[in-house]
């Protein structure tokens, strides 16, 4: 069995989506300033974003991340793997060339069984927003935490750690990669 990794990338001020996410803002407005380090990077860069895909099975997403993103996403779907998006509306699938994403409306925990049994012994990655993310962490499913702090103040927006994650989630760094666009972060959550 895989692992459970939550990966995320976020403003030095903990911000995950600039303010007004809408279809035609889908990370808010300048919130495509978090993601520049995976396309405009160091070879360090590429590298952090390739672990994305590494040994991975499947993904699993909010529904909100969904909304916004499956347009962009384009034909292929992007992930090219089984996503699971936790969620409250039931839907049929949506199969995308490659990609499905199937829609789980019984909890985070009913969602990562399902994206489990599809990964097989890949890992699992769990994606944003900050709220799917919070669940997870909440929950105790997480088992590595990747953060990619962008050197940026957003000052408004989506916070990662804008709710609770329970009592205290202990963190053991386990590695650390330090680019001028970026600091990569990997965690092993203790707790």
């Known amino acids: ?22 279809t035609e803002h889908r990370l808010g407005r300048d919130g495509d300033l978090l993601h520049q380090w995976m396309f405009e990077g160091t070879d360090a860069d590429a590298a952090a974003a390739a672990k994305l895909f590494d040994g991975t099975g499947a993904f699993v997403l909010g529904r909100s991340m ?8 384009g034909d292929d779907g992007t992930f090219r793997k089984p996503c699971f998006v936790v969620t409250h509306r039931p839907s049929e699938p949506v199969v995308k060339g490659p990609t499905t994403f199937t829609f789980v409306t019984d909890g985070p925990e009913a ?14 990655v769990v994606m944003g927003g900050g709220t799917t993310m919070r669940q997870f962490l909440r929950a105790g499913l997480v088992d590595e935490l990747r953060l990619h702090v962008v050197p940026l103040l957003f000052g408004a927006g989506v ?33």
């Open 159 to 191: 916070r990662l750690f804008d709710g609770p994650v329970g009592a205290h989630v202990r963190l053991e760094r386990t590695a650390v990669s330090e680019t001028p666009n970026a600091t990569h972060l990997t965690f092993r959550v203790l707790s």
């Open 66 to 73: 969904f909304d916004v993103g499956i347009d962009p996403w």
């Open 111 to 124: 969602a990562l069984t399902r994206a489990k049994a599809a990964a097989g012994d890949g890992n699992v």
């Open 1 to 22: 069995m895989g692992t459970v990794i939550a990966e995320i990338s976020m403003s030095a001020d903990g911000i995950v989506a600039g303010p007004d996410t809408s």
